[in-house]
């Protein structure tokens, strides 16, 4: 099963991954390790029954290798790094006249670092928050949290964690609309989208208190029916089977994933527009 084409592999993905520089150098084709990560990424099968065997023509690593590679990789931030490189040089058949920001609950089966039981889902969950462009391409993710806090829980400061994002794949944030639904129609949101000159186009939480805006806040019914991307944007990354279900106990190798997977819809989308 090809996730990606070798040739996208070896030129968009591999430049921007650290190599040792201790040790013996490795025999294993680096495409073919990162065919084996990117299975693992579409399947959601366990690490321990990754079939490495089909994978490796040459030389072949264990499992284990292969996790310790992408380990590897996720400790030193490359995976982030591969996906914001990427995003800076092909920002321009991204879609920014609007971005939509939302936020996803994942069932989290082992437990580990961000998960909390969340009563909606009935279950331990794992919540995101993402930003996506006008055509439903995610950009940025933020870090998770456990499941059981509100939309609310960090939401000023995880907002500004995506805004930094954008900025460091070259995207500048000043001027853009931002589509959110009523739970993100807080006092905190909206100052930070006002210190950076962005226009919230967030529907009225009625139902909000001490965090309820001005009855004359900017509204835009049109501009907002654009937020239905974010949903697809949902629905491609639940075809990443081990973004459907979360089995990794660590939070960064979780986030590592996420970062790989845009990387692969991103690469996909582009495909016949990129140069070798």
């Not at 391409?137 to 500004?160: M, S």
Request: hydrophobic letters at 45%; one cysteine or more; aromatic letters at 12%.
């Amino acid at each position: 099963m090809e996730v990606l084409p070798k040739a996208i592999i070896r030129t968009w993905i591999l430049p921007h991954l650290t190599q040792s520089r201790i040790g013996r150098p490795s025999r294993v084709d680096p495409v073919e390790l990162l065919e084996a990560v990117l299975y693992k990424l579409k399947t959601g099968c366990q690490w321990r029954y990754l079939p490495v065997k089909q994978f490796f023509t040459g030389a072949t690593l264990s499992w284990q290798g292969v996790y310790a590679r992408f380990n590897t990789w996720r400790k030193d931030g490359s995976w982030q790094t591969v996906w914001l490189s990427v995003l800076r040089r092909n920002k321009h058949w991204l879609d920014c006249s609007c971005v939509q920001l939302d936020g996803s609950h994942t069932p989290a089966k082992n437990g580990g670092a961000a998960v909390g039981c969340q009563g909606r889902k009935k279950a331990r969950t794992t919540t995101a928050l993402f930003l996506a462009d006008n055509q439903g391409q995610p950009l940025a993710c933020a870090t998770p949290q456990a499941g059981n806090h509100h939309d609310r829980f960090r939401l000023a400061a995880l907002f500004e964690e995506l805004c930094v994002l954008l900025e460091a794949a070259g995207i500048a944030v000043a001027g853009l609309f931002l589509n959110a639904d009523s739970a993100f129609d807080t006092i905190e949101l909206r100052q930070v989208c006002a210190a950076r000159a962005i226009e919230a186009n967030i529907a009225r939480n009625r139902r909000a208190t001490a965090w309820q805006t001005d009855d004359d806040t900017f509204f835009d019914p049109e501009l907002y029916r654009r937020r239905a991307v974010i949903e697809h944007a949902n629905a491609w990354l639940d075809s990443f089977k081990t973004l459907l279900v979360r089995y990794e106990t660590g939070v960064g190798n979780w986030l590592a994933f996420h970062w790989l997977a845009f990387l692969v819809l991103f690469l996909r989308k582009i495909n016949a527009k990129l140069t070798f």
